[in-house]
């Protein structure tokens, strides 16, 4: 069941105020519309499941660097780091999935 609703995005574009993978180094310019972006904090991954419909589990992404060139392993590890960052997490624990519901 998905979580996902408009104030929930709406927290998330404004937390970012740009696109997320951009910022870090993403190949290629911004286009289109502005999306959020799911992501695990395990690197891995949860195979065959989306990341949760929460702000731990999101960025502002625009449409080029969510859907037509996906963040890269490297840009993803460094979402992972500003999330961790920005709610002042510790981010081994985020990465080994401490934040996440099993
Ligand atoms: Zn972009």
């Known amino acids: ?44 991954g949860v195979k065959g499941k989306r990341a949760p419909d929460d702000p731990l589990h999101l960025v502002r992404s625009c449409w080029g660097h969510n859907v037509d060139h ?15 960052r920005y709610y002042g997490l510790d981010l081994e624990a985020l990465l080994r999935g401490d934040y996440e519901v099993q």
């Not at 996902?4 to 970012?16: K, P």
């Not at 696109?19 to 992501?39: D, Q």
């Not at 996906?70 to 500003?82: A, D, G, L, N, T």
């Open 70 to 84: 996906p963040p890269s392993h490297e840009v993803r590890m460094k979402m992972r780091e500003y999330i961790a």
């Open 1 to 44: 069941m998905s979580k996902m609703t408009t104030a929930l995005w709406m927290e998330v574009v404004a937390r970012d105020g740009t696109c997320v993978p951009a910022v870090f180094g993403a190949w290629g310019a911004c286009s289109g519309t502005t999306t959020v972006e799911h992501f695990w904090h395990r690197p891995q």
